[in-house]
């Protein structure tokens, strides 16, 4: 399986910004996916996670109300709609997948890393 992230750039606070992963291969058996961020200089943390067949979402308590994340499973995509945008939101912002949602929102030995796409907010 791949993993391929785009959408990130530059953002003025407030602002939003959607960010794709498209995944590619055998796909069949990795329905979670969801996304971590790393700001420079600190760990890596958890964003949000969806369940591309049951539906169940995960959000960390930092992006809740701003963050929606979805999947078009037609295109083996997921989605991260990122609105009201802070400065804080600044990372690199990686998606991943894995046939357990807790894994994924664990991030501890997920299937799949896709690389990383960086996502600058200005204040």
């Known amino acids: 399986v791949q993993l391929q992230a785009s959408g990130g750039g530059l953002v003025q606070a407030g602002g939003s910004m959607t960010l794709s992963c498209a995944a590619s291969g055998r796909t069949s058996n990795n329905r979670a996916m969801g996304w971590h961020r790393q700001a420079q200089g600190k760990e890596r943390e958890f964003v949000a996670a969806?369940?591309?067949?049951?539906?169940?979402?995960r959000y960390a308590d930092a992006v809740k109300g701003r963050f929606t994340i979805s999947a078009d499973n037609a295109k083996s995509t997921v989605y991260l709609q990122m609105n009201d945008l802070k400065p804080e939101d600044t990372a690199v912002y990686y998606c991943?997948?894995?046939?357990?949602?807790?894994?994924?929102?664990?991030?501890?030995?997920?299937?799949?890393w896709g690389p990383g796409t960086q996502v600058t907010v200005s204040s």
């Open positions: 991943l997948a894995d046939p357990y949602l807790a894994v994924v929102v664990t991030g501890a030995g997920p299937s799949y």
């Open positions: 969806i369940d591309t067949r049951g539906g169940s979402l």
